[in-house]
T-cell receptor, first 109, second 111 residues
Framework: TQLLEQSPQFLSIQEGENLTVYCNSSSVFSSLQWYRQEPGEGPVLLVTVVTGGEVKKLKRLTFQFGDARKDSSLHITAAQPGDTGLYLCAGLYGQNFVFGPGTRLSVLP | NAGVTQTPKFRVLKTGQSMTLLCAQDMNHEYMYWYRQDPGMGLRLIHY???????AKGKVPDGYNVSRLKKQNFLLGLESAAPSQTSVYFC??????????FGNGTRLTVT
């Protein structure tokens, strides 16, 4: 069983649309991170959220950490083809990070 | 600034063969990790190290060994490769409890 679940698993949208992807767990995390991974490359950190209820913005990306620190969401406004990739959430669990299975996003021009 | 460098990028092994994957980081990070990535499974931690000369098991350590003789290097060994070890392997490094910096992966196929 996955400690972290992500939904949807796949998402294909048109350029300019908005979308939200989710990261959920039954466990509490001291911090949670979002990464983006492009084909043939390693994941690259987008953001770290630490405080329950925290909202962080990175240009057109908005990240929210749930009040109970068990879940998080990533909202993209006016998606662009450059947003295409695999979005991974990772929670700090004990000494290590646990990763969700990812949401594969495809933004069509 | 190279960051995290993994070698080789691709490798094909026959069942039963052995190999070593090399990871090098130039950021003076204390922690280093080896993950494998499989479709629908996310990144799963194989082994990790919290400092030179130390190693610890992750969630999926069976069939793998590691060594951290120098702070900047973390080696992952497969003693007797099996088809179930076909995967993409990622090395990462970090300061304690800080964001991970990943290499670009090694794609391993075991036939």
């Amino acid at each position: 069983t996955q400690l972290l679940e992500q939904s949807p698993q796949f998402l294909s949208i048109q350029e300019g649309e908005n979308l939200t992807v989710y990261c959920n767990s039954s466990s509490v995390f001291s911090s949670l991170q979002w990464y983006r991974q492009e084909p043939g490359e390693g994941p690259v950190l987008l953001v770290t959220v630490v405080t329950g209820g925290e909202v962080k913005k990175l240009k057109r990306l908005t990240f929210q950490f749930g009040d109970a620190r068990k879940d998080s969401s990533l909202h993209i406004t006016a998606a662009q083809p450059g947003d295409t990739g695999l979005y991974l959430c990772a929670g700090l669990y004990g000494q290590n990070f646990v990763f969700g299975p990812g949401t594969r996003l495809s933004v069509l021009p | 600034n190279a960051g995290v460098t993994q070698t080789p990028k691709f490798r094909v092994l026959k069942t039963g063969q052995s190999m070593t994957l090399l990871c090098a980081q130039d950021m003076n990070h204390e922690y280093m990790y080896w993950y494998r990535q499989d479709p629908g499974m996310g990144l799963r931690l194989i082994h990790y190290s919290v400092g030179e000369g130390t190693t610890a098991k992750g969630k999926v350590p069976d069939g793998y060994n590691v060594s951290r003789l120098k702070k900047q290097n973390f080696l992952l060994g497969l003693e007797s490769a099996a088809p179930s070890q076909t995967s993409v392997y990622f090395c990462a490094s970090s300061y304690p409890h800080s964001p991970l910096h990943f290499g670009n992966g090694t794609r391993l196929t075991v036939t």
